[in-house]
């Protein structure tokens, strides 16, 4: 279950999300179990935050940082991840069929049954 006080944070907008990360960089955020369908998270530190049963489809996520994230087996189609930081993130299993890439960072991101049908890596740093 997400601590809600980290939620509502974050539903006051990446500036704040972001400052209050900067202050805080001892406590690994809790969104686990949270909807983020058609939430505006571009820009957005979420790297090392715990996700467990997060809904992130619909969710714009470009230039998040998304470093370490555990994304095993989740649905990200068509997802706009441009210029998001996804290094050491697991993505294995996950479909990221259509989604777009243009500018993300891969390295060292574990990607084994990633499926990337369609999506566009133009740029795309591994």
Partial sequence: MANQSHLDLLKQGTFTWNMWRREH???????????????????????????????????????????GLDLRGRDLSGMDLNTANLSGANLQGSNLKGASLRGAVLKGAILINTNFAEADLTDTAT
Avoid: C, W
Wanted: proline share 2%; net charge negative.
């Fill in 25 to 67: 960089l001892h406590i690994q955020p809790d969104l686990s179990g949270a909807t983020f369908y058609g939430v505006d998270l571009r820009g957005a530190d979420l790297r090392e935050a715990l996700l467990h049963d997060v809904d992130l489809k619909g969710a714009f996520m470009g230039g998040a940082n998304l470093s």
